[in-house]
């Protein structure tokens, strides 16, 4: 098929700044094209879309409901939007994403209070969520009404399912919600060698945030209502949001791709096995400290800092506290061997090892 467009980049070229850098998986661009023929009706009613409904409902049960949306925030918006009111506060760790890189859109788009809490770890425990679960019937005070997860965590940690169990009930117990950021949950479940509903609907999860493009889609997420009870208005709140796509079937197909059958899986065992290669490599750099456990496709590390300037000439990563030297380097589903050992090379080049 003809196109007009050249290749503007060099493929060769590998990094490890984030799992958004990589491209699509050619399964997913399969998808694509096979959903690409003829016509299909718009803003969901499409068959993709409704096959798309079964089988999130094989992975998170019979109650599931899905909501494709464009992007990991917006359906982090979207979906705390649906299980707040108007005065009411999310409980989330101080490094989250809806707090650190969402650019403020929970609070400026979706009228919420973030009231956040320090961890360690990046993950909430109940006594933690404690801390800033009180003052229901306080009228000066934004109401807590969702505790908010993130599995894996933005520290690359990772909930068990029986963690998440606690959170769950915990929060219920105070008439709470639980929303949980899964932008990487497939690596989670890989990391967990577990079912991704038994950290979700079967924990006690009210609603989640399906990632998909960090795991080898194009674009495209989803919001899954796991208690029909807890969310109101979905489909309004994601129209009033942005986050409806006229041509939805092409969010839908990729999401299907990937669970259909393995392929989430698949991409995200590769992922979380390259980082954990890639740490058993720094740990023979001297100079070198691990930040926190590498349990999925993250390692956070701290070495000098004029040395990951140097190293950053070579390969695209970012810094994660730049006045302390501690960066963050990302695995994808398509980092190979080869990449992980040239990146291993490198630094100990830079940091004369």
Not at 78 to 88: F, I, K
Not at 153 to 175: D, F, M, N, S
Not at 250 to 267: C, H, I, K, T, Y
Request: charged letters at 25%; one cysteine or more.
């Amino acid at each position: 098929m003809r196109t007009d467009v050249k290749r503007r980049h060099d493929p060769a070229l590998r990094g490890f700044a984030s799992d958004n850098y990589a491209g699509a998986h050619p399964e997913v661009l399969a998808a694509l094209a096979l959903a690409n023929e003829g016509h299909q009706v718009a803003y969901g009613d499409d068959e993709y879309t409704e096959q798309l409904q079964q089988l999130m409902r094989r992975h998170f049960g019979g109650n599931a409901q899905t909501y494709p949306v464009f992007n990991g925030t917006g359906a982090n918006v979207v979906a705390l939007q649906s299980v707040t009111d108007r005065w009411g506060a999310v409980i989330a760790a101080d490094s989250a994403h809806i707090h650190v890189d969402e650019c403020g859109a929970p609070e400026r788009v979706g009228g919420l209070k973030l009231l956040t809490v320090p961890t360690e770890d990046g993950k909430l425990t109940p006594e933690l969520i404690d801390r800033e679960a009180y003052g229901w019937d306080d009228e000066h005070r934004a109401m807590p009404q969702v505790v908010s997860i993130t599995q894996n965590t933005e520290l690359g940690t990772v909930y068990t399912p029986q963690e998440v169990r606690a959170i769950c009930e915990h929060a219920h117990e105070r008439g709470m919600l639980v929303h949980l950021d899964g932008a990487r949950i497939s690596n989670a479940a890989a990391a967990l060698d577990v079912p991704m509903r038994s950290f979700t609907n079967v924990a006690g999860v009210d609603i989640l945030s399906f990632g998909g493009t960090k795991n080898g889609a194009v674009f495209g997420e989803a919001v899954v209502v796991l208690n029909p009870d807890a969310a109101r208005a979905m489909r309004h709140l994601r129209k009033l949001s942005m986050q409806l796509a006229s041509k939805m079937r092409f969010v839908s197909v990729q999401l299907e791709a990937l669970l259909a059958g393995d392929l989430w899986l698949r991409n995200a065992r590769h992922a979380n096995a390259m980082a954990a290669r890639l740490a058993e490599g720094v740990r023979q750099v001297p100079g070198v400290e691990i930040l926190h456990p590498v349990q999925a496709n993250a390692v956070f590390a701290r070495l000098p800092k004029e040395v990951s300037e140097r190293l950053q000439k070579r390969y695209r990563f970012y810094f994660w506290d730049e006045a302390a030297g501690d960066v963050r380097w990302m695995c994808a589903f398509d980092t190979t061997e080869e990449d992980v050992d040239g990146f291993l090379a490198a630094l100990r080049e830079e940091i004369g090892a």
